[in-house]
């Protein structure tokens, strides 16, 4: 019951809070505006909603069996390092899953879903293919599984988390160019990011950084010359 009311509370805000962005930039648009909702775009994200809740269940009961360990400090440097932890590690993780539901094989299975949405909106971040909720949410459990992590840390790096979705299905920028591409800045993604990848999907792979996409060789082209602004 917790688990649904949490899952269901995490979507309802941050769809209202995604909203209200959306429109104090809606004259910085990096995506087009979208067509009406369509029944199937409410259907996927109750269907994210009902897997994320399974997921939060399949934790709880791991944490309650011993297999997940989590620990109670409010030590900030023990915090700051297992939030580092978690941030990082997944974002390399969803980083190489990402590029693998992009494989021709895998896509129409897992990734096609969530690309028929090219212009984006909040609730974008919702409608997935099930079965790509359940491997992202199983990264998730894994990672938990062989990390032992503060409550604190993880609570911190699920905020986290749903801020960097949100912020990548905005449709747009509420960064100035200047501030996002400044040294360190730079290596975070932002709306703009995550536009490009719907707009031309074998580019920006990454979900919190661009470290991975610069490594491999596969930002856009156009991130910095168009950031901002909508590639045509």
């Given at each position: 019951?917790?688990?649904?009311?949490?899952?269901?509370?995490?979507?309802?805000?941050?769809?209202?809070?995604?909203?209200?962005?959306?429109?104090?930039?809606?004259?910085?648009?990096?995506?087009?505006?979208?067509d009406?909702?369509?029944?199937?775009?409410?259907?996927?994200?109750?269907?994210?909603?009902?897997?994320?809740?399974l997921?939060?269940?399949?934790?709880?009961?791991?944490?309650?069996?011993?297999?997940?360990?989590?620990?109670?400090?409010?030590?900030?440097?023990?915090?700051?390092?297992?939030?580092?932890?978690?941030?990082?590690?997944?974002?390399?993780?969803?980083?190489?899953?990402?590029?693998?539901?992009?494989?021709?094989?895998?896509?129409?299975?897992l990734?096609?879903?969530?690309?028929?949405?090219?212009?984006?909106?909040?609730?974008?971040?919702?409608?997935?293919?099930?079965?790509?909720?359940?491997?992202?949410?199983?990264?998730?459990?894994?990672?938990i599984?062989?990390?032992?992590?503060?409550?604190?840390?993880?609570?911190?790096?699920?905020?986290?988390?749903?801020?960097?979705?949100?912020?990548?299905h905005?449709?747009?920028?509420?960064?100035?160019?200047?501030?996002?591409?400044?040294?360190?800045?730079?290596?975070?993604?932002?709306?703009?990011?995550?536009?490009?990848?719907?707009?031309?999907?074998?580019?920006?792979?990454?979900?919190?950084?661009?470290?991975?996409?610069?490594?491999?060789?596969?930002?856009?082209?156009?991130?910095?010359?168009?950031?901002?602004?909508?590639?045509?």
């Open positions: 019951m917790i688990s649904a009311f949490e899952n269901s509370l995490i979507i309802v805000i941050s769809l209202l809070l995604g909203q209200l962005v959306v429109k104090k930039f809606k004259n910085r648009k990096v995506s087009q505006t979208p009406h909702l369509k029944p199937n775009e409410i259907i996927l994200t109750f269907s994210t909603l009902i897997i994320n809740i997921i939060t269940m399949a934790g709880w009961i791991l944490w309650k069996e011993g297999f997940i360990s989590i620990y109670a400090t409010s030590n900030f440097w023990i915090v700051l390092l297992d939030t580092f932890v978690l941030f990082c590690t997944m974002d390399i993780m969803m980083y190489v899953l990402h590029r693998m539901a992009h494989i021709k094989l895998l896509y129409p299975i990734h096609k879903t969530h690309h028929q949405y090219v212009r984006v909106r909040p609730i974008t971040l919702f409608v997935l293919n099930p079965l790509e909720t359940m491997s992202f949410g199983s990264l998730w459990l894994i990672l599984y062989f990390y032992s992590a503060s409550a604190i840390a993880i609570s911190i790096y699920l905020v986290l988390n749903i801020i960097f979705g949100i912020v990548g905005l449709g747009v920028e509420p960064v100035s160019k200047k501030i996002a591409l400044l040294p360190i800045i730079n290596l975070i993604t932002t709306s703009t990011f995550h536009a490009q990848h719907h707009q031309m999907p074998e580019q920006n792979f990454g979900f919190y950084t661009t470290i991975w996409d610069k490594l491999f060789k596969s930002l856009s082209p156009y991130y910095h010359s168009h950031f901002g602004k909508m590639v045509d």
